[in-house]
């Protein structure tokens, strides 16, 4: 079964930078679709970035549009989140999982459509 595994989250100031990375175990990677998402204290839980199995195709939310990617590198079984100009209101537990569709050229950053869940990371923007 594919477990997911999410690293990289850090205390960082206000406009500094973040890298997350999800890894993979116990199954290939390059069947899913993987996605990014978040939630913050007393929030729901939000779709911010999916990647498709392939890698060609994303989907990112409106609110990290232009300060965050993603990226996957299907050798190591890794995807990538890449978080600039960091805002206190991206605070939250981010979390890396794998689609069921694993289609080739799209994804959903609806959460319905994901199986496999890694445990989190803790980013925190503070000053």
């Known amino acids: 079964q594919l477990q997911l595994a999410e690293s990289g989250g850090d205390l960082v100031s206000p406009g500094g930078s973040l890298r997350l990375t999800c890894s993979a175990s116990?199954?290939?990677?390059?069947?899913?679709?993987i996605g990014w998402f978040r939630q913050a204290p007393g929030k729901e839980l939000e779709g911010i970035y999916c990647?498709?199995?392939?890698?060609?195709?994303?989907n990112s939310a409106d609110s990290v549009k232009g300060r965050f990617t993603i990226s996957r590198d299907t050798t190591e079984s890794k995807v990538y989140l890449e978080m600039n100009s960091l805002k206190p209101e991206d605070t939250a537990i981010y979390y890396c999982?794998?689609?069921?569709?694993?289609?080739?050229?799209?994804?959903?950053?609806?959460?319905?459509?994901?199986?496999?869940w890694g445990q989190g990371t803790q980013v925190t923007v503070s000053s």
């Open positions: 999982a794998a689609d069921v569709l694993g289609l080739d050229n799209s994804c959903d950053l609806d959460r319905k459509e994901y199986k496999y």
């Open positions: 116990g199954y290939s990677m390059i069947y899913y679709g």
């Open positions: 990647i498709s199995s392939s890698g060609a195709g994303t």
